[in-house]
């Protein structure tokens, strides 16, 4: 296991080792945002991946195998997915490992939500832990704003060829104080104590976001920090007449792994990670609920 600053910065590591540049990378059709900004950074391509309700579509996973051979890297994120907040079940998780077997594909897993969820899928880790890398920072289920992530690598052997070519670049060393602090934090029994509350406080919120927006297609769906809103059509417009109104929501085009990603056009993503009261989250979603009618 590696520990590290925050997610990002081992992604920006593991991806430039393991894709390179000129590589290319699979990724859901709609993704982390900074993916785009780390292919342009260390020159990889992305190839988005086909999703449904479940996330990743094994048969789009296949077909983009076999369109690139020399592909190695698929990132995704199987459990409250970034934007669409997806979690892919058990049985879609065994499909996806047999495909990433049968076509030798490395998988770095992004469990950043995952603790939001009480009982959740297993991860892709525990399915087929001789290919995933498995990241998860405490940034989003612990504390905001601690940067400590935890990687777990295939083997060994991977964590001493990662470190052979960066262990001396101490800008991806996690700062110690940081780390000593998260792991006192677990020790103690405080970060369980505190995902339970972002737990309850997300709940909370999702109750709200249901009771004022009421669309039946996310309602459904298990916790997270962010809800995937269907509007169809004019999700562009909707985000702009909201940034004016004062509400910062992103729409679905600015996580297009690539520019033909069908369904990132129709949908809004609406995060409430950053909202202090409760009131203002109500007085937020009745002016979205407005421009929206
Ligand atoms: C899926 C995903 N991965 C990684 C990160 C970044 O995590 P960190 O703060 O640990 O770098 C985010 C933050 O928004 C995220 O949504």
């Given at each position: 296991?590696?520990?590290?600053?925050?997610?990002?910065?081992?992604?920006?590591?593991?991806?430039?080792?393991?894709?390179?540049?000129?590589?290319?990378?699979?990724?859901?059709?709609?993704?982390?945002?900074?993916?785009?900004?780390?292919?342009?950074?260390?020159?990889?391509?992305?190839?988005?991946?086909?999703?449904?309700?479940?996330?990743?579509?094994?048969?789009?996973?296949?077909?983009?195998?076999?369109?690139?051979?020399?592909?190695?890297?698929?990132?995704?994120i199987p459990t409250l997915q970034n934007?669409?907040a997806t979690v892919?079940?058990?049985?879609?998780?065994?499909?996806?490992?047999?495909?990433?077997?049968?076509?030798?594909?490395?998988?770095?897993?992004?469990d950043a939500q995952a603790l939001m969820l009480e009982d959740g899928p297993?991860p892709?880790?525990?399915?087929?832990?001789?290919?995933?890398?498995?990241?998860m920072g405490l940034a989003k289920t612990v504390v905001m704003g601690m940067?400590?992530?935890?990687?777990?690598?295939?083997?060994?052997?991977?964590?001493?060829?990662?470190?052979?070519?960066?262990?001396?670049?101490?800008?991806?060393?996690?700062?110690?104080?940081?780390?000593?602090?998260?792991?006192?934090l677990i020790?103690?029994g405080i970060a369980a104590e505190a995902t339970r509350e972002i737990r309850r406080t997300a709940n909370d919120r999702r109750a709200i976001v249901a009771?004022?927006?009421?669309?039946?297609?996310f309602l459904e769906r298990p916790g997270g920090l962010h809800v995937w809103?269907?509007?169809?059509?004019?999700?562009?417009?909707?985000?702009?007449?909201?940034?004016?109104?004062?509400?910062?929501?992103?729409?679905?085009?600015?996580?297009?792994?690539?520019?033909?990603?069908?369904?990132?056009?129709?949908?809004?993503?609406l995060s409430f990670c950053e909202v202090r009261?409760e009131?203002?989250l109500?007085?937020?979603?009745?002016?979205?609920?407005?421009?929206?009618?």
């Amino acid at each position: 296991m590696i520990v590290t600053n925050g997610t990002l910065n081992i992604l920006f590591l593991l991806l430039n080792h393991l894709v390179g540049r000129q590589g290319t990378l699979l990724t859901e059709e709609m993704t982390y945002p900074n993916m785009q900004a780390l292919s342009g950074m260390l020159g990889f391509k992305i190839q988005g991946i086909r999703m449904d309700g479940d996330g990743l579509d094994p048969d789009a996973l296949i077909e983009a195998c076999k369109a690139n051979p020399g592909v190695k890297v698929l990132y995704t994120i199987p459990t409250l997915q970034n934007p669409t907040a997806t979690v892919m079940a058990l049985e879609r998780r065994l499909e996806i490992c047999r495909v990433a077997r049968d076509h030798d594909l490395i998988i770095i897993e992004d469990d950043a939500q995952a603790l939001m969820l009480e009982d959740g899928p297993p991860p892709l880790a525990t399915i087929a832990p001789e290919r995933v890398w498995y990241v998860m920072g405490l940034a989003k289920t612990v504390v905001m704003g601690m940067r400590v992530a935890y990687v777990m690598a295939p083997r060994f052997e991977d964590t001493e060829a990662i470190m052979a070519r960066f262990g001396k670049m101490s800008m991806w060393f996690v700062a110690a104080l940081q780390a000593e602090l998260a792991q006192a934090l677990i020790a103690t029994g405080i970060a369980a104590e505190a995902t339970r509350e972002i737990r309850r406080t997300a709940n909370d919120r999702r109750a709200i976001v249901a009771e004022l927006l009421e669309w039946p297609a996310f309602l459904e769906r298990p916790g997270g920090l962010h809800v995937w809103i269907p509007t169809a059509t004019n999700a562009v417009e909707i985000a702009a007449a909201a940034h004016s109104a004062g509400i910062l929501i992103r729409p679905g085009v600015q996580f297009a792994a690539t520019p033909h990603a069908t369904r990132a056009m129709s949908g809004l993503r609406l995060s409430f990670c950053e909202v202090r009261q409760e009131a203002d989250l109500r007085t937020a979603l009745e002016r979205l609920r407005r421009l929206i009618d």
